[in-house]
């Protein structure tokens, strides 16, 4: 079983930048594949980016955002990140990490464990 905890969220322009952190607890993070959603006001969970366990060696990333952001992960602090560059109005949503102890996968009823979620508010 793992925590997550999401940080990092806030209130930033457009055209700025915000690296999200999803804090695990457990001695098991890394056999954990790590996944990013978000959801906006009135609009259902959607895939943002997911990486592998283990080394992370393989990422994944929704196509509406593939090189705007990038997600990796650090075993040793138990920590996986979401960096998010060029950032619009229409990204702003509550940012969840997810893990599941399998392949990393963009659904997000295949996660079992959830944060809280992050804010992020993205003003024009």
């Known amino acids: 079983q793992v925590q997550l905890v999401e940080s990092g969220g806030g209130l930033v322009q457009a055209g700025g930048s915000l690296r999200l952190s999803c804090a695990a607890s457990?001695?098991?993070?890394?056999?954990?594949?790590i996944g990013w959603f978000r959801q906006a006001p009135g609009k259902e969970r959607e895939f943002v980016a997911a990486i592998s366990r283990w080394s992370g060696g393989s990422t994944y990333y929704a196509d509406s955002l593939k090189g705007r952001v990038t997600i990796s992960r650090d075993n040793a602090k138990n920590t996986a990140y979401l960096q998010m560059n060029s950032l619009k109005p229409e990204d702003t949503a509550v940012y969840y990490c997810?893990?599941?102890?399998?392949?990393?996968?963009?659904?997000?009823?295949?996660?079992?464990?959830w944060g809280q979620g992050t804010q992020v508010t993205v003003s024009s």
């Open positions: 457990g001695r098991t993070f890394a056999s954990y594949a």
């Open positions: 997810a893990g599941r102890s399998s392949v990393a996968v963009t659904i997000a009823n295949d996660y079992k464990y």
